[in-house]
C-alpha cells in the first residue's frame, strides 16, 4: 500500500507581494520540478502544497533556506475525462466515513489526476481500489 | 498566626509612620552629610535635612534612577568606605552596563530579618525543607532567599537552577516541602517530573513554593496551587534594594513592605505626581536603613498600586499588588495596560512559536486595535488551513485570558520579524494622541 501513499511539499508563506516568488526561485535553485500546485490562503497567511519530482530534495533545500516547509503523504487518483468520476470517489470515501482534508487536480500527458489529503490513507487506498480506479504511484518521484 | 518579630509586624500603622519618619530624617541627614553622591543632589535641589517634617516630605527629594546607578559605575553611589563592605552583587539589567550593589554586614542582617519575616509569613520556619532554585552567585535571588531559610530555623537545599531531573530526586528523597523558584521554572519542573512518571501532587511532599522574578498571573498561580497542590506565594524585590526582600503573607492579597526597612510611594510613571492609594502607577522606594547602597525614591520602574484596608493577618505594613510589568514599555490599549513582557510571557509558553515577536498598535475606528506577529515553528505547520486558524485562535485566547483583551494574531514565516536587542523596538505604534 505505501507504493501509493504520494509526498506532498507544503510550505507556509505569508500572503505578501514577491513571497511566492522568493519560493519559486528557490525551487529553481534546488533543481526541483513541479508537477502540481495548489495554493490556498486565509487571510494574512497561505499555504503552498506540491508534486515535486524530488521530494526528499525539495524539502531539505527549502527547510536550508529558511523555509516553514512539511512533508505529507497524499493520493494521486487517476480520472478519466468523463462525468461522474467526482462523484464517484467522493462516494467512496464518504461511505467509508473518510473525511477529504483538501484535493486539487494534476494532468500531464493527457492522463489527469486528483490529488487528496483524506484523515485514513490506507482505508482510501482500499477504497478507491475497490471502485476500480487507478492510484498514482510514489516510483514515479525520487 | 505566626510572626517572626511580632514586634514590629503587628506595630500599629500610626506608631509605624511614626517610626518611618524618624528613619526617614535620620536617613536624609546622614546622606547630607556622609554622602558625596547625595549632598551633591540635595543640594542642586535646595534641600536640607531640615526640610522633612513628616513621613510626606519624602516627595521632596528628587527621584533616583537605574541611570544614576549605571552612571556612577561601580562604585560612586556607596556611602561606606570599602572595609565596612562585606558583599557584593551584580545586577545584569536589560541593556547597557550592569550595575554594583553593596552590602555592609548589618544591611546583610537586615536583608537576612526582611524576608526571615516574609517566610514565616508564608509558613515556613523550623521543621521545613526548601530547596532554593533560584541563581546563585552574581545574582541575589539564592543568596538572598538562603540567609533568610536559615535564618527562620528551615533546613536548606542550594540546588541552584538547571540540572532539573536531579533536584526532581532530590525533592522526593528529602521530602521537601517548601522550594523558592521562579513560576515558569516549578511549572517546568512539574512538567519533566510528569515525563519521568512523578506526580509533584502525589509523589512528593511539597507543600509551599515562593515565586517571583519574573511577571506571573493570578491564574498562573490557581493552575500552579490547583496541578501541584500546593500553597504559591509571591515574592517581591531587585537587586538594585538587596535582592528579593518582600512575599505575600497567609492572606495572598498583596506583598507586605517591611514599613521599617523602605518607603514605598507609587508616582505616575509620565508626570513622577505621587498617587493615591488604589492607583495604578510605578512604584518608587526608599531604603530606610540600607548602609551601602542607600536609594532615595528609586525609581523601580514596576508597576503596582498601594492597598489601602488593613490586611486581616493584622499587620499594618502596607501592601503593594502583584507587579503588572515595566514602566518603560507600558501600552494603554483601550484603556487597559498592556505589557510587552506579558506578551512574552504567553508566547513562552506557547510552544508553536518562537519567542520573537512585534506588537502593531492602530486605530481601528474609535477603538484601538492590537495585533501580535508570531513566527510560525517548522514543527507547528500543518498544511491544513484549519490546524493553522485553530493555533491562530488558541494564541488568541490565551493572549485575552491574560490580558484581559482581544489581540489579532498574524503568522509569519520564520525569520521575518526583525532581531532587537531591547523590548521597546517590537512595539510599532500607529496611532496619534
Ligand atoms: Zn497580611
Redesign the pocket.
Known sequence: MKEHAIKQISIFLENKPGRLARLAKAIIDSGVNILALNIAEAGDFGIVRMLVDKPRIAYEELQKKGFTVSSTDVLGIKIKNEPGELYKISKALGDANINIDYAYAYSSNSEAYLILRVSNLNESILNIQKIGLELMDSSVFE | MEYWNPRIEKIPADELRKMQYKLLKMLVYRLYNFSPYYRRKFKKHNITPDDIKNCEDVSKLPFTYKKDLRDNYPDKMFAVPQQEIVRYHVSSGTTGKPTIVAYTQQDINLWTESLARSLTACGIGRGNIIQISYGYGLFTGGLGLHYGAERVGASVIPTGTGNTERQIELMQDMKVNSIACTPSYLIHMAEKAENLGISIKNDTNLKIAILGAEPWSEKTRQRIEDELGIDAYDIYGMSEFNGPMFTE?S?KSGI?IWGDHMLVEVVDPKTGEVLEEGEEGELVVTTLQKEALPLIRYRTGDITELYQDL???G?AHQRIARIKGRADDMLIIRGINVFPSQIEYVLMQTREVGKHFQLVVERDGALDKMTVRVEVSTEAFSDKINDMIALKNRIKDRLKHFLNINTEVELLEPGSLPRFEGKAKRIIDKREF
Open positions: 503573607c492572606e507586605h490586611c486581616e493577618c499587620r
